[in-house]
């Protein structure tokens, strides 16, 4: 197999482009307001530039970990904890404009309310080309949730005896981790049957309310089951249900 290839010349980037939001995090629903600026390294606008930009979802996970267990990093199945900044997620939308006379284009983009509650992380990527028909590219990204708190459940241990006291405490905090006094629902469902899809059934429920530093504690003892889930919910000022969902696992008991 034979055949030819060209190699150009490296040319160096004569101007950036920058994307930047007028917050850094926005509730589902709001629009995210976002300026592209362009400028050559010389100082002077990249004037009436043509622009194409694209917005990408992925989803974030608000990183627990170092509220519980005090570790800066957490590896998942699907990688590091927060978001991965070099997977931009799935393409929402797309654009196009022109620069004005300063470099400068400001985009609206809307979010959308999450119906399963999720949190996401948008990314807006911004192609611009210039008249000499140089393209650069910037992007910049933003966390977009559900809610604005946060809550978390800790237990004392992983397996629990048959009547043993579970030892539960309770983290409400905003996103950027800010202890928040809330109340908070608790509900035990138990699982007769080994597996995540076993069929669940109700045990008790309770309501507790956290501090001003955002903690509580609940004693549950726990049954002769195999094992059972905890799921917490509090709702912030929009009516908007933070939830979180933990595991506790008896010893002793046949499956």
């Avoid at 010349?9 to 004569?14: A, D, I, L």
């Avoid at 400028?39 to 979802?57: E, I, L």
Wanted: proline share 4%.
């Amino acid at each position: 197999l034979y055949g030819t290839f060209e190699v150009q010349e490296y040319k160096k980037p004569e101007f950036e482009v920058a994307v930047s939001t007028d917050k850094a995090r926005y509730l589902q629903g709001e629009t995210i307001q976002g300026t592209i600026n362009a400028r050559y390294y010389f100082g002077a606008p990249v004037s009436n530039g043509h622009v194409k930009y694209s917005t990408f979802r992925s989803g974030f996970q608000f990183p627990y970990w170092r509220i519980l267990w005090g570790d800066s990093e957490y590896e998942s199945d699907e990688g590091e904890g927060v978001d991965n900044e070099d997977y931009f997620g799935q393409e929402i939308s797309q654009g196009t404009g022109q620069l004005d006379t300063d470099g400068v284009l400001h985009v609206s983009l809307p979010t959308e309310v999450d119906a399963h509650k999720h949190d996401y992380s948008y990314r807006i990527e911004a192609h611009v080309t210039d008249a000499s028909n140089r393209e650069i590219t910037g992007g910049h990204g933003v966390t977009v949730t559900y809610s604005t708190i946060v809550v978390l459940l800790k237990t004392d241990r992983y397996v629990y005896a048959p009547g043993q006291q579970a030892n539960i405490t309770i983290h409400t905090l905003d996103y950027d981790s800010n202890p928040v006094s809330a109340t908070v629902s608790l509900k035990f469902e138990g699982h007769r049957s080994w597996g995540s899809n076993a069929p669940a059934g109700a045990l008790s429920q309770a309501s507790v309310s956290t501090d001003s530093r955002g903690v509580a504690h609940y004693a549950y003892t726990v049954p002769k089951i195999p094992w059972l889930t905890v799921t917490a919910g509090s709702f912030d000022r929009n009516q908007r249900e933070a939830t979180f969902t933990t595991s506790l696992w008896i010893s002793d008991v046949s499956y």
